[in-house]
């Protein structure tokens, strides 16, 4: 059993790459199932198939679903919502905003989550690829089992006394149903949800960009944060690289002669200039997102739209890959704690060790070795601190970042 989340910057075309992936997994013979978890779906558009919120079938071993975010908290959450609506409307809340406020901030999430834990659960399919949402919700997302066990665990934290009172008044409200009950078992699947999605032989996240700035920045954030969380990078596609632009690595492992890049100039100045950004921008992708193995494929003249096209998406990308592989095992960035200090430890090429300059600029660390440059963000957690030095050993830089009180 394979889950693939592919996720990032909304228009990067994550939907046509998780289809194309999808697609190329059923034809490997593996049954495949690709669900959108994004709120604004355009599965069914990219693959030219009506779909529903439960499996269906669209060709030999694919299945595709758009899951109703709305159907699955009222589903799971229907009795609880209820009650807190009621207490809500008693304080002079209208029903309809009642109703909206009675959904706790990331249920959607969860229960969007869960339901593709369902999957891996059962066994139902080998290959689960899931289409997520652009990157802030997908962040929110993946963070969401660990807040929510501790909300949750907080709760029944306030003593066998006060659980006995709140079950006696859910009861003589809500007679029908034991709104409470259903609490302990949600737990225990958020927490069996969170070990399969941190489980890098189950699950692997891709991150999809462009060749543009602001996409590879929020690209770059993504990582970070998914690493923040424990969650498995195996691998970054870049999608919509102009004619003539090519990457200076070897496609795979990312490594390659990051310097100018390499481009065939086009006769039109303003997509020679074009050209310039991108080959300048997949240096940096290259060199940023080290060790990660880097996917490309092409800009195309019409719209990835249907089997054919996703097909011939999918020969680029993979080539005679098993999408379904796991591409990379390892942290692309790990953050350490000694005592009240952190250690930033980030994978680098092997490289001519000169003097290391660092400059910090809000959320932003500039890492200068003798030619190498690199551009990290950082997470809040690093953020709020001023980095004191670094050392680089064994292909890995150690960047100390202290206490703020000392």
């Given amino acids: 059993m394979r889950i693939l989340l592919y996720l990032g910057k909304g228009g990067v075309g994550k939907t046509t790459t998780a289809a194309a992936t999808a697609l190329r997994c059923a034809q490997m013979g593996y049954r495949t199932l690709v669900v959108s978890t994004d709120i604004a779906h355009s599965l069914a558009d990219s693959l030219d198939r009506p779909l529903k919120s439960e499996p269906t079938e669209v060709t030999a071993n694919l299945f595709a679903q758009e899951i109703n975010v709305l159907d699955e908290v009222r589903k799971n959450w ?8 009621k207490i809500l409307r008693k304080q002079g809340m209208s029903k309809t905003v009642a109703e909206e406020m009675a959904i706790i901030p990331g ?3 969860i229960f969007s989550l869960l339901h593709i834990y369902r999957y891996a659960e059962t066994r139902e399919f080998d290959r689960v690829i899931v289409d997520a949402a652009p990157t802030g919700e997908s962040m929110r997302l993946l963070a969401m089992p660990e807040s929510f066990q501790w909300y949750v665990e907080r709760f029944f934290g ?6 006995r009172l709140t079950g006696g008044l859910l009861r003589r ?10 609490l302990p078992k ?6 069996a949800l969170q070990e399969v999605l941190s489980d890098p032989q189950t699950t692997s996240y ?3 960009i ?3 700035r602001m996409v590879i920045k929020e690209g770059a954030r993504a990582v970070t944060y998914l690493s923040l969380f424990g969650c498995p990078v195996d691998g970054v596609v870049v999608n919509r690289i102009l004619p003539g632009v090519r990457a200076q690595g070897d496609g795979e492992t990312g490594q390659g002669a990051w310097g100018a890049g390499v481009f065939a100039p086009s006769s039109d100045p303003y997509l020679r200039q074009l050209q310039e950004h991108q080959a300048r921008y997949l240096v940096e992708i290259e060199r940023d997102f080290y060790p990660l193995p880097i996917l490309y494929s092409s800009w195309r003249s019409e719209e990835v739209v249907g089997f054919g096209p ?33 250690i930033l430890k980030l994978p680098l090429p092997h490289i001519e060790l000169d003097k290391i300059r660092l400059t910090k600029r809000g959320d932003e660390l500039f890492i200068s070795i003798g030619n190498f440059k690199r551009e990290y963000l950082l997470p809040a957690i690093l953020a709020q601190r001023d980095a004191s030095g670094a050392v680089f050993a064994g292909g890995t830089l150690r960047i100390r970042f202290p206490c703020s009180s000392q």
Avoid at 158 to 163: F, H, L, Q, R, V
Avoid at 173 to 182: C, K, R, Y
């Fill in 78 to 85: 229907g009795a609880m919502q209820g009650y807190m609506g």
């Fill in 107 to 109: 249920m959607e999430e």
């Fill in 158 to 163: 306030w003593g066998e006394t006060a659980m």
């Fill in 173 to 182: 409200l809500m007679p029908e149903q034991d709104a409470l009950a259903s």
């Fill in 186 to 191: 949600l737990v225990d699947d958020v927490k």
């Fill in 206 to 208: 891709r991150v999809v």
């Fill in 210 to 212: 462009n060749p543009e």
């Fill in 310 to 342: 996703l097909r011939s998406l999918a020969d680029e990308l993979y080539g005679q890959r098993d999408p379904g592989e796991v591409m990379f095992v390892g942290q692309a960035q790990e953050i350490e704690e000694q005592g009240d200090d952190f």
